[in-house]
């Protein structure tokens, strides 16, 4: 099971770190994505990693922005969001899979969690 948290309320350019956190098992041999849904828009993938972090894969409009990485001693990915924007609010939520990353985070629709509200004040 993972577990997003981190999600808050925060005002436009500000920063905010969310966290997956794994329970049961080990993330290490998994890649990890990052996806949100907006209310009314389609779900996306905005940033996924590979299982060893060396390949990173960002959306355009998060890219320069965001930041994924991983600490698989923590068994925890991270997503760094700074510069926030009103766009990026949203429920994100993280999904692991042993595919490519760029495979991963082009198929949000494949992919659904609990998630954690991120919400961002103009």
């Known amino acids: 099971q993972l577990v997003e948290s981190g999600g808050d309320l925060v005002q436009a350019g500000g920063s905010l770190r969310l966290s997956c956190a794994a329970s049961?098992?080990?993330?290490?041999?998994?890649?990890i994505g990052w996806f949100r849904q907006a209310p009314g828009k389609e779900r996306e993938g905005v940033s996924c990693i590979s299982s060893s972090g060396r390949t990173k894969y960002y959306a355009d409009s998060v890219m320069g922005r965001f930041t994924i990485s991983r600490d698989n001693a923590k068994n925890t990915v991270y997503l760094q969001m700074n510069s926030r924007q009103a766009a990026d609010t949203a429920v994100y939520y993280c999904?692991?899979?042993?595919?490519?990353?760029?495979?991963?985070?082009?198929?949000?629709?494949?992919?659904w969690g609990p998630g954690t509200q991120v919400s961002v004040s103009s």
């Open positions: 049961g098992f080990t993330l290490d041999s998994y890649a």
């Open positions: 999904v692991g899979n042993r595919i490519d990353v760029q495979a991963m985070c082009t198929r949000a629709s494949d992919y």
